[in-house]
């Protein structure tokens, strides 16, 4: 999604969370890890980012620092 605030205004907020969540579901079927341009962990309360952290965290991803200052979520 190119803009994901102006899908957000449009859809609301827990409409568009949904379609988040499902596409870490099918990502996490296939054992997919997560990169983030920033600790995640850090994010602000309330944003899509901790909610995807939080998410994440509950279905045993672990974070690790890689170069670049991002973020890698990893199952394990």
Do not use: H
Not at 13 to 41: R, Y
Not at 53 to 68: D, M, N, S, T
Request: hydrophobic share 40%.
């Amino acid at each position: 999604m190119s803009d994901w605030a102006q899908g957000s205004e449009q859809i609301g907020s827990g409409p568009m969370w949904n379609i988040n969540w499902t596409f870490l579901d099918q990502q996490m079927v296939w054992e997919k890890s997560f990169v983030f341009a920033f600790n995640p962990a850090l994010a602000r309360a309330g944003s899509y980012t901790i909610q995807e952290y939080e998410y994440l965290v509950k279905f045993g991803y672990k974070f690790e620092a890689i170069p670049g200052g991002m973020y890698r979520a990893i199952k394990k």
